[in-house]
């Protein structure tokens, strides 16, 4: 296909394409497929021709827009695309066509529009200047100097002579153009290389003599007193430890006592804390908490004036059934009373089973986890000596090292004599180049000043006159009289003064509905406080025999909780896992008494690890006995308290 052609070709599907309607991969197939174009070649250059374009729209039009404003403001604008794909192509196929190729390109079209076009786009004074700075706003520095302005800046001269062709051209009535000479094919020369020269051995690091070392003191080797000493203070501490223990379990509240078999067991196993527990602070009793007057409001009052009122429909129902012979519920009640008490003390036998067998398997970790200190301490034992013997060979073997590196380094030092002279040299050389860099840079920068400056006031001279032009002052008065009506053909037009008027008479009969509306609330009022008076006395009689009630079923249960405390609970499972749990703990204490009997062969780092890991589970043993002693005197002084206040219930009925 002729290149006029291809250009038309590439013009054409970039006029076509609406990117709002269809995408660009769709739109070329069906151009492509519209208009026939069977070479594989021409196809594949107008589809890179369209998708450059596509992805660098906004670089190319950076060029056009401004051409039309300056050079091109004589040509017309539906032709832009033409100049869009002259850009594009100089762009960024100048290599890949080859300046022929692109040459024939560009002079397939209109020789006179094209000449104008290039020598604006390739214009130094342009390139360098509004061209780069509009693109350096789009991408960054490196990319503009390095995929932009580079390749032209390369193929400036080939470009150069196209540019000249079309001068000769446009100036030559139509001559058809000279038919370029083809340079012979450049030959490629082997490199000269270098031969490099072998890799420097790095000096090693001198090692420095070392002064003899003073021999080791005598105390090094003797037992401080230090472990004496705290042998000592802990003896001490657990003694006092186990004082204050006792007198505070004989110094417990009333409240507080343990009631069975397994209180007395927690508190013999917790005996042998070595720690001061803190002491517990008695539960105050609040004798005040439902005397306090509650305020109720009005939905509060009818809510519980309907629930009392329900509960009455409900007993007035279930006396008609029991007088028609209905049956009551009283034995069977009873008889779910049983069943459920029954299951309860199931229940309870199951959970304390469960705490002593918690018990049990907390004793069987300990001795585990003794078992599994000393094999630990065994294999400590034997990696420490073979860790010992590898750092023996270690070092003899880093000290054959040293010596065959020193010979090493003593025969290398001798050739480099001339390092320092050929790195002066180059650094000399460096420096002229970065002087003569400088100079060029500052007269640039200077350049550039001076026009940014020349630029801002001629901004400058514009804003003034813009803002003298707007000084000027402007008549802006009208008379206005409020009876006149403005005559705009609007329905229910008006005066300002007839609607004044309205507005008087819409208020008017807005303040009457308002005090017929205050009046009418004031009635409903008075009879919704008169409803909720009635509803407070029925509310009042209610409360006044559900607490008489309350009192009494408060009391029976009391005495019922008394006598089965009295009752000892017997369990022959119970009884086996309590008599398990002793054994363990005998065997524990046994092992402890061996391992103290035993010399220290524990390191002291060792010892502090134990025996902050022994306080942390002693603590959290003792804190659960805390927190079950304080929930049981809770528990204790909340049935007192409620005894106390039904007392005062029935003697006030």
Known sequence: MEASELFGHCVAIIDSFRA???????????????HRVASDMDRAFI???FGGYIRYRKIVEVVVDPFFETDGHNFIKSERHMYSVACYTILFRTEEMGIDKLTDFIVSQNWRKMHV?????LSKNNLLTWIKDEWRKIYEDEYVNEHLLGPLMENYDSLQSMLKLLDELNNGDGQSRPKPQKKEATVPEPFELTQPKPKRIPSPEIIPKVKPAKPVPATTY??????????????????????????????QFSCAAA???TERSELRFDSEIQYKPPKPKAVPISTKANDVPVKLNAATILREEKLFKAKEEEMINRLEQLQAGAKDASDFNQWQNE??????EKEKADIERRRLEGLLSHEEAILAQKRLTELNRERAIQAREEAAKRMREFVAMKLKEDEETRKLVEQVITGHQNAKQAKKKIQDIKQKLAQQMNKESKELLRKAFEEAEQEMQAKQEIIRQIRAIESVPRPRHKAFDPTD???????????LAELRERLNLARVKQEQEQAERRDQILREKQEKEQQIV???????????????????RLEEKRRKNTSKETEAPTDPEIARLQQILEQKKQERLRRQAAERSEPAGISPVRMSDLQKEKKLVEAGRFQAVEDGSQNIARRNAQGIASSARASRIAIGS
Not at 230 to 245: D, F, G, H, I, Y
């Open 222 to 251: 003797q037992e401080p007193d230090t472990e004496k000493r705290l042998a000592e203070a802990k003896e001490k501490n657990k003694q006092r430890a186990q004082k204050n223990l006792i007198e505070a379990n004989q110094r």
């Open 339 to 344: 069943m459920r008490q029954k299951d309860f």
């Open 259 to 261: 009631a069975d078999k």
């Open 534 to 552: 009635d509803a407070m006395e029925t509310i009042n009689r209610h409360r006044t025999e559900q607490t008489r009630a309350a009192a009494v």
């Open 485 to 495: 009506i403005p005559g705009y053909g609007f329905f229910g037009e008006m005066s």
């Open 47 to 49: 589809l890179e021709i």
């Open 20 to 34: 709002l309607d269809v995408s660009a991969d769709s739109h070329a197939e069906e151009y492509m497929r519209t």
């Open 117 to 121: 076009f290039c020598r604006f786009f």
